[in-house]
């Protein structure tokens, strides 16, 4: 069976990685051409409609996060989120309904959970939409986590 690449707007991989299909060609509206590949990093209302969106990051070695806004299982439109420091990434939370994503100071938007991997340590990123807002330290996990 052959595809058309033409018409196929966006492709969830079984390793959960969203690839974007424009043409025969590759690539990632939110970070760029020659940019092929995101990690889907968690799930939250970003805008308020009520639907779940898509938090993603870029690639390994990538720090820029991005937003798919969602509705139901159709792409309505993407933004930039903000780019993380360098070592850091949005945590993925096994088991977790939103990954790295939560609601931490009640304030209605989900925030960004991050942690660095060299040294353990965890971050909130406090967010409105896909604005960064503030942040502050979490706990230092255990090594073996």
Same mark, same amino acid.
Do not use: E
């Given at each position: 069976?052959?595809?058309?690449?033409?018409?196929?707007?966006?492709?969830?991989?079984?390793?959960?990685?969203?690839?974007?299909?424009?043409?025969?060609?590759?690539?990632? *509206?939110?970070?760029g051409p020659g940019v092929a590949v995101a990690d889907l990093q968690g799930v939250g209302d970003f805008n308020g409609d009520g639907h779940p969106d898509f938090v993603l990051q870029g690639g390994a070695g990538f720090q820029q996060t991005g937003i798919w806004y969602m509705n139901n299982n159709v792409f309505v439109s993407g933004a930039f989120g903000p780019t993380l420091p360098a070592g850091w990434f949005l945590r993925i939370i096994e088991g977790v309904v939103?990954?790295? *994503?939560?609601?931490?100071?009640?304030?209605?938007?989900?925030?960004? *959970?991050?942690?660095?991997?060299?040294?353990?340590?965890?971050?909130?990123?406090?967010?409105?939409?896909?604005?960064?807002?503030?942040?502050?330290?979490?706990p230092t996990l255990p090594v073996d986590w």
């Open positions: 069976m052959k595809m058309n690449f033409a018409k196929t707007r966006f492709y969830l991989s079984t390793r959960f990685r969203l690839i974007l299909l424009a043409g025969s060609a590759l690539t990632l *509206v939110l970070f939103g990954g790295g *994503v939560g609601d931490f100071n009640g304030d209605g938007h989900p925030d960004f *959970v991050l942690s660095n991997f060299s040294t353990q340590q965890t971050a909130i990123w406090y967010m409105n939409n896909n604005v960064f807002v503030s942040g502050k330290f979490g």
